[in-house]
């Protein structure tokens, strides 16, 4: 099992650009599909984007592609997101998720862990 811990949020103005971290504990990091799922206030969790153990796959939310990047670094046990061009309906709490499922067609994965969040605020 791994245990993540989120850093990076903020508060950025419309247009501007964030970079979240994860760092995941565990010597498994390298076998867990990775992703971000985020909450907004008064809103159902979603889905933001996923990569595959090996870093050769991703899958994003209709919603942040074009603008989002998630990459990981295996040696380092860490997982990123790159936001690029936020919008204020970016607003929300930002999870770093690990699913045990293996990348596949049916994306997005059934994340089965979360870390704590971290808070990432777009004003208008």
């Known amino acids: 099992q791994v245990q993540q811990v989120e850093s990076g949020g903020g508060l950025v103005q419309a247009g501007g650009s964030l970079r979240l971290s994860c760092a995941a504990s565990?010597?498994?990091?390298?076998?867990?599909?990775m992703g971000w799922v985020r909450q907004a206030p008064g809103k159902e969790r979603e889905f933001v984007a996923a990569i595959s153990r090996g870093g050769g796959a991703t899958y994003y939310a209709d919603s942040v592609k074009g603008r989002f990047t998630i990459s990981r670094d295996n040696a380092k046990n860490t997982v990123y997101l790159q936001m690029n061009n936020l919008k204020p309906d970016d607003t929300a709490v930002y999870y770093c998720?690990?699913?045990?499922?293996?990348?596949?067609?049916?994306?997005?994965?059934?994340?089965?862990?979360w870390g704590q969040g971290t808070q990432v605020t777009v004003s208008s």
């Open positions: 565990g010597r498994t990091f390298s076998t867990y599909t």
């Open positions: 998720a690990a699913a045990s499922e293996p990348y596949s067609s049916k994306w997005p994965p059934t994340f089965g862990s």
